[in-house]
């Protein structure tokens, strides 16, 4: 069970426009978001920390809120085109230490940084049955996606609840 980015795993997250953010409330209720910017937002700091800025004005506090209450986190990173994906484990916590949002600060794009999550990978996949990945449109209805969020996040759950496990963590 690999806990660390390789070389190549830290170039296709820097090169993702996109990933999705899976938390749970402290009463275990899964909630998925999406989270996106211009290639790069996202920030790897080493082999086991991922992080990105949380903007002034966002208003999506139901992540915020659940990793106040659960830090257990899953982060989604999906390449349609090249037909990969890359699933991350971890604990994410919310900050707004100076130091990490200067990291993360974008001097193209003028929104003031809140604060920023910071993910710690306890474990990685790229695993699965990569035929069955299409490319997709970026139109999509929107009860669809709803819908598929969501079940992605009860899957989410499961999955991080038996690595935890398996890791002797939970």
Known sequence: FTRELSVDM???VAARDSAYLATAGADGQPYVQHRGGPAGFLRVLDA???AFADY????????IGNLAGNERAFLFFMDYAAARRLK???RAKVTAEPAILARLA???YSVRIERAIVFTVL???EEGCMNVIKERSHRCG???NHRHWFLLARIAS???RRKLDALGLA
Do not use: C
Request: net charge positive.
């Open 158 to 160: 499961r999955e991080f």
């Open 106 to 108: 974008d001097p193209a």
């Open 56 to 63: 002034a004005g966002n208003k999506q506090y139901i992540s």
């Open 48 to 50: 086991r920390t991922v």
């Open 142 to 144: 929107s009860a669809l």
């Open 10 to 12: 830290i170039a296709f």
């Open 88 to 90: 991350l484990w971890g």
């Open 123 to 125: 474990g990685l996949g």
